[in-house]
């Protein structure tokens, strides 16, 4: 098994998908690059290098390169998926999907629904999401729980690179809609993937971590602060159970609330808004299904219901910290 990048996994996925099944389509802003410009070809690889490589072997055929226009590739992307081809489109940041979330949601998501389950819809969005990268509130929000409230989507959340690998196979082959989400700042992480083809079903959740004392429910990079927390407070007596759904759409619910009625204790941790987030819906799960097992009030460590600011001090302040989530688990292990 060797070391890869996050980004490199995703690369890797790509290509084999590519390699395996030629009805695999990618598009999107510059991932194909160096048309009509002087120097090298696939120059640029998608605005985050995820592509690079890629067309040069597939060809401008099956790599396209499209005009800033999300309302025009994303329903070309959904269209081609509703005609037989398995299209992977790449919406730089999810932030934009205010001008193509009709394609997404009224479309792509009910056809299969709205035409009795003779439809297929094999359509992949890649998106970028979260904060830390300075880009102000436009670039940098969490909004998987926007796409994750609309049935007949599904939404895959790798936590790392080996996760990224085989949920974004998993979701090319998948015949309905999927939007992949990737945090902005875990493209340079890196951990063991294996070299060869693999998938990871939607909504089976990963314990990263297992204990008795709290359950620490964590979405994307999230997880990876909660698990240090987990690792530091370890050291302290305090034992954590830290779950990664890995996908919100599908939901692997029955894991969650198994670990809340072992430990009695959840703290969920969750970079969005915390009105109608991921962090509420895990806490209202709880509290409606598993009431009786908690032994302490429920905490939820989310960024405030403000915008994201463009201050550095301001967003390092505004992101939930390892530091935080410490605090929440303390608290509720003195209740």
Not at 45 to 72: C, H, N, Q, W, Y
Not at 157 to 179: E, T
Not at 181 to 197: I, K, Y
């Amino acid at each position: 098994m060797s070391k890869k990048s996050y980004r490199e996994a995703i690369n890797e996925a790509l290509r084999q998908e590519m390699a395996r099944d030629p009805r695999v389509i990618l598009m999107g802003e510059d991932v194909a690059g160096g048309m009509g410009a002087p120097g090298e070809d696939d120059a640029w690889g998608g605005p985050f290098g995820l592509t690079k490589g890629i067309m040069p072997i597939f060809g401008r055929d099956r790599v396209l390169d499209t005009p800033i226009t999300e309302s025009a590739f994303i329903g070309a992307a959904v269209g081609a998926a509703a005609t037989g081809l398995r299209p992977v489109a790449e919406l730089m940041f999810v932030d934009f999907f205010g001008v193509c979330f009709d394609q997404i949601f009224n479309q792509a998501a009910k056809f299969r629904y709205m035409f009795g389950g003779k439809a297929v819809t094999p359509l992949v969005v890649m998106t970028m999401y979260g904060a830390g990268l300075r880009k102000a509130a436009q670039h940098s929000q969490c909004l998987y729980s926007v796409f994750t409230h609309v049935p007949g989507l599904k939404v895959a959340l790798p936590s790392n690179p080996y996760d990224a690998k085989g949920l974004l196979a998993q979701a090319i082959r998948d015949d309905d809609p999927v939007v992949f989400f990737q945090h902005n700042l875990l493209h340079d992480e890196e951990g063991e993937v294996p070299d060869e083809s693999y998938t990871i079903p939607f909504g089976e959740a990963n314990l990263t971590r297992e204990g008795d004392d709290v359950t620490i429910v964590a979405f994307g990079r999230m997880v990876g602060f909660a698990n240090q927390v987990a690792d530091k407070l370890e050291r302290d007596g305090i034992s954590c159970t830290v779950v990664d759904p890995r996908t919100t759409s599908p939901l692997d619910a029955d894991t969650i609330l198994e670990c809340i009625e072992e430990t009695g204790r959840l703290v969920v941790v969750d970079e969005a808004h915390p009105r109608c987030s991921m962090a509420s819906d895990i806490a209202g799960l709880a509290a409606q299904n598993v009431f009786k097992a908690l032994k302490a009030p429920i905490q939820m460590v989310t960024a405030p219901h403000a915008p994201v600011p463009f201050s550095p001090d301001l967003e390092d302040l505004y992101i939930p910290s390892p530091d935080k989530i410490e605090a929440a688990v303390r608290r509720t292990m003195a209740n």
